[in-house]
């Protein structure tokens, strides 16, 4: 009897702990409002910091946020930031802060306080921004979608955007270039890419049919499905799809086949590395030696040249004792040398 009240004991533990984790993982974000003081009059600042499950969750409000206030994103708080009027908004981590105050200098001083308390989390921002063409501008606008289950949130208002099927599984970057905008869809796995691939092509082609707005290129890259709307021509559109790499990782479940020619690799790698360093050490060696060389000889070279036009005496021999073997030039003073003993 006791042993089946400690088994029904456990099993009411189990599922309730179960239940807490589940109500956990399907609990949405929150929500905290507080103050910050800072500045030489000790100003308030409004601060309100939102909390996600994921670093991307977190930068996909930002950049939502970003494209309603017509912001650029920059790194100039947190991971990820953009300033409007009275306001400066971040995302760090899972968080994304929003502050707000009257002063200038005051909403600076607080959001680096409120940026130095919050953990990083991954430190960066989402792979699929840094893959969209000339990523470096693209960042400033870009907006972001995590896990989507409707585009329409984009506002592109486009037909073949009705044939994509996420399940709430797949991610989505948007970019303006010019009058061009480039939309890339990543799928989480292949066999999702490949069955949205096979019903976007039909669509493409029955807008086509219907004199519709369609895409002006379509083209699927590794899991990325990757439309470009609004280009001035085929080509300008072509170039952009170009530019997207779908960059796969590879990891092995088991033993690594090529761990033989991966340390071969890194064994010649490591050699050509200690030759290159010991050769550019010897032309460093040789190099300073032949300066320091040069160096003190040009200064004893100086050294002689300064002392020998300091000598009163004229000597053809160079400053040096010269003997008068041939007895052609006459002596100032004959008293001085040795006469042959009578």
Do not use: M
């Given at each position: 009897m006791r042993l089946s009240k400690v088994r029904i004991f456990l099993i009411c533990l189990i599922t309730c702990v179960a239940a807490g984790a589940a109500r956990s993982q399907s609990a949405g974000p929150t929500t905290e409002q507080t103050q910050c003081i800072a500045g030489k009059k000790q100003q308030r600042v409004a601060v309100e910091i939102t909390r996600f499950r994921q670093d991307s969750e977190a930068y996909e409000l930002l950049s939502k946020?970003?494209?309603?206030?017509?912001?650029?994103?920059n790194t100039g708080y947190g991971t990820?930031?953009?300033?409007?009027?009275?306001?400066?908004?971040?995302?760090?981590?899972?968080?994304?802060?929003?502050?707000?105050?009257?002063?200038?200098?005051?909403?600076k001083e607080c959001a680096q306080q409120v940026s130095n308390d919050i953990d990083k989390?991954?430190?960066?921002?989402?792979?699929?921004?840094?893959?969209?063409?000339?990523?470096?501008?693209?960042?400033?606008?870009?907006?972001?979608?995590?896990?989507?289950?409707?585009?329409?949130?984009l506002g592109l208002q486009q037909g073949v955007l009705t044939a994509i099927?996420?399940?709430?599984?797949?991610?989505?970057?948007?970019?303006?270039?010019?009058?061009?905008?480039?939309?890339?869809?990543?799928?989480?796995t292949p066999q999702l890419a490949a069955d949205n691939d096979r019903k976007i092509i039909p669509r493409i082609q029955e807008l086509w049919k219907l004199g519709q707005t369609a895409p002006s290129a379509y083209r699927r890259v590794g899991n990325y499905s990757v439309f470009v709307f609004d280009a001035p021509d085929e080509q300008t559109a072509k170039q952009l799809i170009d530019q997207v790499k779908y960059e796969q990782v590879v990891q092995?479940?088991?033993?690594?086949?090529?761990?033989?020619?991966?340390?071969?690799?890194?064994?010649?790698?490591?050699?050509?590395?200690?030759?290159?360093?010991?050769?550019?050490?010897?032309?460093?060696?040789?190099?300073?030696?032949?300066?320091?060389?040069?160096l003190f000889g040009g200064l004893l070279f100086t050294y002689r040249r300064s002392r020998q036009k300091a000598e009163a005496a004229y000597s053809d021999a160079g400053g040096m004792l010269r003997l008068n073997l041939d007895e052609l030039t006459p002596e100032t003073d004959p008293s001085r040398l040795l006469r042959e003993r009578n």
């Open positions: 946020r970003a494209r309603q206030a017509g912001a650029e994103i990820a930031a953009f300033a409007n009027e009275g306001e400066i908004s971040f995302f760090k981590g899972t968080a994304f802060v929003q502050l707000k105050g009257s002063d200038a200098q005051t909403l989390g991954e430190g960066d921002i989402p792979p699929l921004v840094k893959h969209l063409p000339n990523p470096e501008e693209a960042q400033k606008t870009a907006v972001y979608l995590n896990s989507f289950t409707d585009l329409n949130e099927e996420s399940g709430g599984n797949a991610d989505a970057a948007l970019a303006a270039y010019g009058p061009s905008k480039v939309l890339i869809v990543e799928f989480n092995w479940l088991g033993e690594n086949p090529n761990i033989f020619k991966e340390a071969e690799k890194r064994y010649i790698n490591t050699t050509l590395g200690v030759l290159v360093a010991v050769v550019k050490a010897s032309g460093y060696a040789a190099v300073a030696c032949f300066g320091l060389g040069g």
